[in-house]
């Protein structure tokens, strides 16, 4: 027994050796036990870019699109934050999502692609940090830029400088450029996940050009050179975006769980129906104007006619003239329309109208069963047919029509409505020929988009398309001025800008345009040049301005308008 005892131990005390050896061949030096206990390879410190760029294009998608109903309330397209009572951190959750969200992620991106000479995702995070950064600019007027993202570098920066707005255009101008070299650069390393592009170095080309375009076309009255540069972005080598394969937009599925439909679908097709209003002036206008978009924009859910007088009916009738049905004006304007006759038929329709003028500040009834509703485009929610009955949205449960829509973020109608304010502005091409083609564009790819989710849904007829262009280019050709006449382009850019935001708020402040639009009933400032720094970022950041900009009466680096109700 004591034999075998004293072979165990020899044998551990082998084992133990051999195990001190292995232990001592990994190590960097002669103490066999420094080991990196700290790192956990489950953890990397370090991310994939491969797994960094999917997740930072779905958090840029939701960022941008978190922004999208702040940016249509301003101009009078849905009722949000429309009379502009801005709070002082309002936009808090924003301001920082992107400084720790998706712009820390494309920032990763660009570090670790550069480190290893991977060009095609270098030049897709320049392109998508110029993105981010220039419409931070446009949305705040100025922000950290050359400090940004610095809290967890070794020498650790938690307080960023500012950049001036003006700077910061400079500097994403520079990252387009190397972005076009590295994405024209020779490389095998393909893009792939890639949700944008499906990894098409030629469509993000296309973007970096298109972002180009559109950076000249914001700051073009305060650029000298503006006329020239737009030119070039115009003709710019790899072309702009041009059409549904290369338009720069986040498509939704139609997957529940997890949710992956349309936010504004999900707001206003399931069972709590928690979307906000539609601003009545847009949807009356569009109506009057017998836009071939219309029943692809809304979605009636009611013919019931409410009676104010019935105090069941009273809370939820909408106040400050927005109840259509009962304002001899809206008749009357109907009827020398010829969209509208005194019948019970027209009196249910126009009773579905249901939304707000901009600036009421009205409680919140218990009217979701009346609301108007996004419809088939873009959320990809319901068609409405004038001649088919309302549908109330929240019954059963929700969740009728798809939800796979799309949020257009850079599009070939936007190009075009850029390109045709700019011929206008410095006598250059065919701005009316121009206009027209963005407009018929976009009431043939809404169209189609409704036709795809919807099928009850109906391809406007030719001669009602034809007509509505027509009474357009009549009024253009109205026009007695140049700025008139870019007044009427931008009053369809207005149009063709629902489910978008930033481009009607920016044609705004860059020329006051379109006018004709109805001002806000109730105003807690006068109409926001900027979105205003967050509080607390002043407050914590000693390198944040001081006193922190004034959102109503200062303006970012590019407008010159200063626009005033």
């Known amino acids: 027994m004591k034999n075998k005892m004293k072979n165990i131990n020899k044998w551990i005390a082998g084992v133990s050796l051999a195990v001190v050896i292995s232990f001592a061949s990994c190590t960097k030096d002669s103490n066999l036990f420094d080991l990196d206990i700290n790192v956990d390879p489950n953890n990397p ?28 309330g301003a101009v009078g397209q849905i009722s949000a934050s429309d009379s502009y009572g801005y709070g002082a951190n309002g936009f808090y959750g924003s301001w920082s999502s992107f400084y720790t969200g998706w712009g820390k992620d494309v920032d990763e991106i660009i570090k670790a692609a550069t480190e290893a000479g991977n060009k095609p995702y270098l030049g897709v995070a320049q392109a998508m940090k110029a993105y981010g950064f220039v419409t931070m600019v446009d949305l705040f007027g100025t922000c950290p830029y050359t400090e940004a993202f610095g809290g967890n570098l070794a020498e650790q920066n938690i307080n960023p400088k500012f950049d001036a707005g003006k700077d910061i255009y400079a500097a994403c101008y520079k990252l387009l450029d190397d972005a076009t070299a590295n994405l024209n650069a020779a490389s095998s390393i393909s ?41 070039a972005a115009l003709t710019a080598t ?30 206003g097709y399931l069972s709590q129906m928690d979307f906000t209003y539609v601003e009545v002036d847009m949807m009356w206008k569009m109506f009057l104007k017998k836009d071939p978009r219309f029943p692809f924009y ?3 859910q009611t013919s019931y006619l409410l009676n104010p007088n019935n105090p069941t009916d009273k809370g939820a009738t909408p106040v400050q003239g927005a109840y259509l049905v009962y304002e001899n004006s809206a008749w009357e304007q109907g009827v020398a329309a010829g969209v ?46 004038r001649n088919g009955a309302p549908v109330l949205l929240r019954s059963g449960g929700g969740n009728k029509g798809r939800g796979d829509g799309i949020s257009p973020f850079m599009t070939s109608w936007m190009v075009k409505f850029w390109q045709a304010e700019a011929e206008l502005a ?18 043939a790819y809404v169209a189609a988009f409704g036709a795809s989710k919807d099928a009850n849904a109906k391809a406007p007829a030719a001669a009602d398309v034809t007509a509505y262009v027509n009474a357009f280019l009549a009024d253009y050709d109205a026009a007695p001025t140049a700025e008139a006449k870019i007044n009427a382009v931008l009053y369809q850019a207005w149009i063709a800008g629902w489910g978008n935001g930033f481009e009607a708020y920016n044609a705004m402040r860059r020329t006051g345009y379109p006018t004709g639009l109805k001002p806000p009933i109730t105003l807690y400032s006068q109409f926001a040049l900027r979105w205003p720094v967050p509080a607390t970022e002043g407050a914590l950041n000693p390198n944040a301005p001081s006193p922190l900009p004034v959102y109503f009466t200062e303006p970012v680096f590019w407008d010159v308008v200063k626009f005033k109700f």
């Open 298 to 300: 809304y979605k009636r």
């Open 340 to 385: 509208l006759s005194r019948t019970k038929a027209d009196t249910q329709f126009l009773a579905g109208f249901f939304g707000r003028y901009r600036g009421d500040q009205a409680g919140v009834p218990q009217d979701q069963d009346y609301r108007t509703a996004p419809g088939v485009y873009p959320a990809a929610g319901l068609y409405d047919d």
């Open 191 to 231: 893009i792939s996940p890639d949700i944008f592009y499906s990894g098409s170095k030629a469509n993000w080309i296309r973007f970096v050009n298109t972002l180009r375009l559109k950076m000249k076309i914001t700051e073009r009255r305060v650029n000298p050179n503006s006329k020239a540069d737009i030119q």
């Open 45 to 72: 410190t370090k991310g994939s870019v491969k797994l960094l760029l999917p997740e930072a294009e779905r958090r840029m998608a939701n960022w941008l699109n978190g922004l999208v109903q702040t940016q249509m």
């Open 426 to 443: 410095y006598s250059f091409g065919d701005p009316r020929a121009t206009a027209e083609a963005a407009v018929r564009e976009h009431i």
């Open 238 to 267: 790899g072309g702009l975006v041009t059409g549904t394969a290369n338009d720069f937009t986040w498509k939704y599925g139609s997957q529940i769980s997890p949710e992956l439909r349309h936010p504004w679908y999900t707001a």
